[in-house]
């Protein structure tokens, strides 16, 4: 078979916020392995930014979502990955439902564990387009800019 010309994809991730912190995963997906990302994924077919953010989560965390909304979108080259890849990166924003739900560990083999990190205080290394946003001075809580 003849491999398919490569086209920009979109990804939609979430920036969960729980009092002062974030939630991130340590990825074990072949693009930024071993790097501290947002929880998120693929836009599918007929979904809204809001729907995907919802599913993914749940997909990836078990967690139920709350004031889903549109914060920022980055162009993200992953040019030099054995398999290049070009994402458009759809960043939104929500809370959790139920403050006392935690995060479930439900994809083990897309990610190490979850924890809530506080902005000023990030674990190291993260996923270069959210490293990116941070030393540019973005934040993601609401009216810190
Ligand atoms: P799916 O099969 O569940 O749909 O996809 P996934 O396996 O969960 O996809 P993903 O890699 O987690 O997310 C899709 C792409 O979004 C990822 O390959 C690159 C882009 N992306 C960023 N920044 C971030 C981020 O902080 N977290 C995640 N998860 N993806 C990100 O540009
Ligand atoms: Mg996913
Ligand atoms: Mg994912």
């Not at 969960?16 to 990302?37: C, H, M, P, Y």
């Not at 729907?51 to 040019?79: G, H």
């Not at 994402?87 to 929500?94: G, K, Q």
């Amino acid at each position: 078979t003849v491999a398919e010309a490569p086209v920009p994809r979109v990804g939609v991730v979430v920036f969960l916020l729980r009092g002062e912190t974030v939630l991130l995963g340590r990825r074990r997906s072949s693009i930024g392995a071993s790097t501290f990302a947002l929880p998120g994924g693929h836009l599918e077919f007929g979904e809204s930014f809001e729907e995907c953010a919802a599913r993914e989560l749940k997909e990836e965390t078990d967690l139920d979502l709350d004031e889903i909304e549109f914060v920022t979108v980055t162009n993200n080259l992953f040019l030099d990955e054995p398999k290049p890849s070009h994402y458009v990166t759809i960043f939104m924003r929500a809370g959790l439902k139920d403050p006392d739900q935690v995060p479930q560990t439900v994809e083990p083999d897309k990610c190490d564990g979850w924890g809530w990190y506080e902005w000023d205080n990030l674990p190291e290394p993260l996923f270069w387009p959210l490293e990116k946003m941070v030393r540019s001075g973005f934040n993601p809580f609401p009216n810190s800019n």
